[in-house]
């Protein structure tokens, strides 16, 4: 079989114009990672429009890295899902070594000069690059926690961002879909706990693979970092007299059950131990002590008492109470809690976990008004398979200020394109069904305002402070509290090293007319790593926002 150029099989990144057929190549093994390996042609072009690498699909033995193979079998567009982007790989074939130590590959640098660009050039630059040796230069910031997958993100030394205060990157309104190079570490041992603001202290190399709809360094370890100390965060806002706080914390899909592996859809995704974990605790902490035991608690993600099985439960007592009494064991007060159960299956999340919104609440600070919890949007087609909006109405305990809480989590951006995705990259299917959620909220936020009612919609609104979404919400009535925020600290979550914020605190405008109305965001939770194989660790992936209300 003649043997065929490396960069003729990978082409553009995209389609393969090889694909289906059976080859002969060869080239230096400069990585792996569980499902095989990646061989580079020596003699490439490396500033070719082509890449000159490949990863051969070999679950099995993996040649050394730097050894020099001859490798045979079909080409490969694989294709997770329909909308997605394929990939080039060599399978169903077989690996000879050549040399074990072969020709050197030099990296390609990932810089800023060359990442941080428009995005159709970025995807081209990419696209080229695909299957072959790249790094990153000493002198990086991480820009997002580690997590349990052993992944980082990292900003080139060489950025002008503009960025947190604790070194992070803040979304850019005119670039939201912004992409900074990353790496995994696959073997743990390897694989540090990092905070957001540590440095790279010694180069990243590795093939560049594309994996859960982006480009990500398959890297090996150990690496080298400069910690970035993150200090625990307590507000500095109380309830007192007329004014009372309102904390916003989003559960995680919290449970106290250990599911069943036979009980659930996915036994890798949906078994865990929350209680075990710590994570009861830690959220207690974090109402107890860095809240300073608000009044109010609006709780997201909170899941039934038998978790992600798939039951007929739909009653979260039991999470209720073991939040309760870990609040208890930090110090904070005693609460009570609110909430109205989903139909089994309604609302979507997790399955099996019938996600839903609920309250908590200090019954000697704030008394709940008979009668005023409901769901709203039950039978609109915006809210069909959603979280419905949980309203409750307190009462000051200490006087006649009342305040319409409105907690949220509007409809998820999960099933948004990639930033490489084949077609329409960056398209959100669901951000018009979001504005229709933030009007039907409108809605009864307008019969609050006839009815001269204060009210605070707080909760996940899965979008940005200059969304379409928060503008259909606020209007020209009512003011979102993130704004209100510094804008080095206006992050309250991290996808892929880009800090946002997705929870947010609208008031009426006629609140803010001569009272006291504060916000703050704990960046703690947001800025902290995991330890790498270590799931559970962190009680929630958002950080915490709590807001400071005079009632009139």
Request: no cysteine; glycine share 10%; hydrophobic share 40%.
């Amino acid at each position: 079989m003649q043997e065929t150029p490396i960069h003729r099989i990978q082409g553009s990144g995209l389609f393969s114009p090889l694909g289906g057929q059976t080859v002969a190549t060869s080239g230096v093994v400069i990585g792996t990672t569980r499902k095989g390996f990646f061989i580079q042609d020596p003699q490439g072009d490396v500033t070719a429009a082509e890449s000159q690498g490949l990863f051969v699909l070999e679950r099995g033995h993996k040649p050394p890295v730097g050894s020099l193979v001859a490798v045979a079998g079909k080409v490969v567009d694989y294709q997770p899902d329909e909308y997605a982007r394929p990939t080039t790989q060599l399978v169903g074939g077989a690996v000879q070594e050549l040399e074990f130590y072969g020709p050197e590959i030099k990296p390609v640098w990932l810089t800023a000069k060359n990442v941080l660009v428009e995005p159709q050039k970025l995807a081209l630059f990419l696209n080229s690059l695909e299957g072959m040796l790249v790094g990153i230069e000493s002198g990086a910031i991480f820009t997002a926690p580690s997590n349990p997958f052993g992944d980082y993100v990292l900003l080139p030394a060489d950025s002008d961002l503009v960025r947190t205060r604790q070194g992070g990157v803040l979304i850019d309104p005119e670039w939201p879909e912004r992409w900074l190079p990353g790496f995994r570490v696959i073997n743990y041992d390897d694989a540090p706990s990092v905070n957001v603001g540590a440095e790279l202290l010694a180069p990243i190399v590795g093939p560049l693979n594309f994996r859960v709809a982006s480009f990500q360094i398959a890297a090996a370890g150990p690496v080298q970092v400069r910690p970035a100390k993150v200090e625990t965060q307590s507000t500095t806002l109380r309830s007192d007299g007329s004014g009372i706080t309102v904390l916003t914390l989003n559960g995680f899909n919290l449970d106290p059950h250990r599911e069943n592996p036979a009980k659930v859809n996915d036994p890798r995704r949906d078994v865990d131990d929350d209680v075990g974990d710590g994570r009861f605790d830690a959220l207690g902490r974090a109402i107890a002590r860095d809240a300073a035991g608000p009044a109010i608690v609006a709780l997201q993600e909170i899941q039934d008492d038998d978790g992600a099985e798939l039951t007929t439960t739909v009653q979260a007592e039991r999470t209720y109470d073991f939040l309760i009494a870990a609040v208890q064991r930090a110090g904070g007060p005693q609460y009570r809690w609110l909430d109205i159960p989903p139909a089994s299956e309604a609302d979507g999340g997790q399955p099996g976990g019938n996600i839903r919104n609920a309250y908590l609440y200090d019954p000697q600070r704030v008394s709940f008004v008979e009668g005023s919890l409901q769901r709203l949007g039950e039978g609109s087609p915006a809210f069909e398979g959603s979280r419905k909006p949980l309203a409750a109405r307190f009462r000051l305990a200490s006087g006649t200020g009342e305040l319409e809480v409105v907690n949220v989590h509007l409809a998820s951006k999960r099933h948004q394109n990639g930033l490489f995705a084949p077609e329409a990259p960056g398209f959100d299917s669901r951000e018009a069904l979001r504005v229709q959620q933030a009007e039907l909220i409108g809605e009864h936020l307008a019969r609050l305002r006839e009815q001269e009612v204060d009210y605070y919609v707080t909760g996940d609104f899965n979008d940005f402070e200059f969304s379409a979404t928060l503008r259909a919400l606020t209007g020209d009535h009512s003011t979102n509290l993130v704004n209100t925020v510094p804008q080095q600290l206006r992050f309250d979550y991290n996808h892929r090293g880009i800090s946002q914020a997705l929870m947010h605190g609208v008031v009426g405008n006629r609140q803010l007319e001569g009272r006291k109305i504060e916000y703050e965001i704990l960046h703690a939770n947001a800025l902290l790593g995991s330890r790498p194989g270590r799931t559970g660790e962190k009680a929630s992936d958002h950080a915490y926002v709590i807001a400071g209300l005079e009632l009139g």
